[in-house]
């Protein structure tokens, strides 16, 4: 514990130091590839969208006695289309199949209780038109653009619009890799799923704001001294706050896993894995974003502006100055002082008198 406190107080007080601002490229060419992953999956492989968005029929039957090929193809037979058929730990085998009928969907399932063992009461059917999915597609659409809207104008009003900007291109960065995920491992989309995306952008625009109000406190007056760049001053704030980020994002972690574990992994409730695998994983990458893209972003954008031109010259003048002073130190020369000033003339140097004080000269 000790330990842990020790770091969290040198990162504060500047004494340990991650370059996260001064590295971003490297982070930008991490953060590129993981998109780049992302966006081929969504080109090549695109989203496995759920009976929701599609339309279909869905047959849940519990304590099956068949198996999922059985179960599979007495679907196909029935409906003449392929059919989806996946189990789960309790034992729930669970089919769907293209739009049917009334009429339709009650035969299969009598065919569906027979081969599975099940009385035809205890299977839930459930038939969904593509209308409704993309009703629910068109009503998280608008939530998203109102959202993206409020949190930008907040942001320019509370920090300032460079500040907003960056805070938009983390929250995409973990929109479309969170979105990426689920396409390259064919994971369902479903409502929840769409729930889970809306909330993790809340998650990530909390942490972002957390550094953002520290970076805002380091750089208050920064361009009116020649000490330290506005990078560097975003570095520290990054520094700071490294250890609240790394807790909040665990102790956040932990519930959404032991949901993914239990829930969904020993109870089988499939809508519990669907939020919960959104949630992690716009969770770990809000945490990423918030360190790696948004700070090193906005430091990069803040850079561009004339009066932080200036201030790095200084800051960069003034530590060349410095330097100088410090190998002249190294080589026994003396330095311009209080007491004695040295001048160096044609490389000898020559000594000026020592100046007397006020109360000496009064008394003489």
């Given at each position: 514990?000790?330990?842990?406190?020790?770091?969290?107080?040198?990162?504060?007080?500047?004494?340990?130091?991650?370059?996260?601002?001064?590295?971003?490229?490297?982070?930008y060419?991490?953060?590129?590839?993981?998109?780049?992953?992302?966006?081929g999956?969504?080109?090549?492989?695109?989203?496995?969208?759920?009976?929701?968005?599609?339309?279909?029929?869905?047959?849940?039957?519990?304590?099956?006695?068949?198996?999922?090929?059985?179960?599979?193809?007495?679907?196909?037979?029935?409906?003449?289309?392929?059919?989806?058929?996946?189990?789960?730990?309790?034992?729930?085998?669970?089919?769907?199949?293209?739009?049917?009928?009334?009429?339709?969907?009650?035969?299969?399932?009598g065919?569906?209780?027979?081969?599975?063992?099940?009385?035809?009461?205890?299977?839930?059917?459930?038939?969904?038109?593509?209308?409704?999915?993309s009703?629910?597609?068109?009503?998280?659409?608008?939530?998203?653009?109102?959202?993206?809207?409020?949190?930008?104008?907040?942001?320019?009003?509370?920090?300032?619009w460079?500040?907003?900007?960056?805070?938009?291109?983390?929250?995409?960065?973990?929109?479309?890799?969170?979105?990426?995920?689920?396409?390259?491992?064919?994971?369902?989309?479903?409502?929840?799923?769409?729930?889970?995306?809306?909330?993790?952008?809340?998650?990530?625009?909390?942490?972002?704001?957390?550094?953002?109000?520290?970076?805002?406190?380091?750089?208050?007056?920064?361009?009116?001294?020649?000490?330290?760049?506005?990078?560097?001053?975003?570095?520290?704030?990054?520094?700071?706050?490294?250890?609240r980020?790394?807790?909040?994002?665990?102790?956040?972690?932990?519930?959404?896993?032991?949901?993914?574990?239990?829930?969904?992994?020993?109870?089988?409730?499939?809508?519990l894995?669907?939020?919960?695998?959104?949630?992690?994983?716009g969770?770990?990458?809000?945490?990423?974003?918030?360190?790696?893209?948004?700070?090193?972003?906005?430091?990069?954008?803040?850079?561009?502006?004339?009066?932080?031109?200036?201030?790095?010259?200084?800051?960069?003048?003034?530590?060349?100055?410095?330097?100088?002073?410090?190998?002249?130190?190294?080589?026994?020369?003396?330095?311009?002082?209080?007491?004695?000033?040295?001048?160096?003339?044609?490389?000898?140097?020559?000594q000026?008198?020592?100046?007397?004080?006020?109360?000496?000269?009064?008394?003489?």
């Amino acid at each position: 514990m000790s330990g842990r406190i020790g770091i969290a107080q040198r990162l504060y007080k500047g004494q340990v130091s991650f370059n996260f601002v001064g590295r971003r490229r490297t982070w930008y060419v991490i953060s590129a590839i993981i998109l780049l992953v992302s966006v081929g999956a969504l080109v090549f492989r695109g989203l496995n969208l759920g009976i929701e968005f599609r339309g279909g029929a869905d047959f849940s039957i519990p304590n099956a006695t068949c198996s999922i090929e059985q179960a599979r193809t007495v679907a196909e037979s029935k409906t003449g289309s392929q059919a989806i058929v996946t189990s789960a730990v309790n034992g729930t085998i669970r089919v769907q199949t293209e739009s049917l009928t009334a009429d339709e969907s009650s035969v299969l399932a009598g065919e569906l209780a027979n081969t599975c063992g099940v009385p035809k009461g205890e299977i839930k059917v459930q038939v969904v038109g593509p209308t409704w999915g993309s009703e629910i597609s068109k009503k998280a659409l608008q939530a998203l653009v109102v959202f993206l809207l409020l949190v930008s104008i907040f942001l320019s009003i509370y920090f300032e619009w460079r500040m907003a900007v960056a805070a938009l291109v983390a929250l995409a960065h973990d929109l479309v890799i969170t979105i990426g995920i689920y396409a390259l491992t064919g994971l369902e989309v479903t409502p929840a799923t769409v729930i889970g995306l809306l909330t993790i952008l809340g998650f990530s625009l909390y942490d972002t704001v957390v550094v953002f109000d520290k970076v805002k406190e380091n750089t208050r007056n920064i361009a009116g001294q020649s000490v330290m760049t506005y990078s560097e001053a975003a570095n520290l704030a990054l520094n700071q706050t490294l250890v609240r980020s790394i807790n909040t994002s665990i102790v956040a972690l932990l519930p959404v896993l032991a949901i993914i574990i239990i829930g969904a992994g020993l109870l089988g409730a499939g809508t519990l894995l669907d939020l919960s695998v959104a949630l992690a994983v716009g969770m770990a990458a809000g945490t990423y974003s918030s360190i790696f893209i948004a700070t090193p972003f906005l430091a990069q954008l803040k850079e561009h502006q004339p009066e932080l031109r200036s201030l790095n010259a200084r800051v960069s003048a003034r530590r060349t100055q410095a330097g100088k002073s410090r190998t002249a130190e190294a080589e026994g020369e003396n330095v311009v002082g209080t007491d004695e000033v040295t001048t160096l003339i044609d490389g000898a140097p020559r000594q000026q008198p020592k100046r007397v004080s006020r109360s000496r000269r009064s008394k003489s």
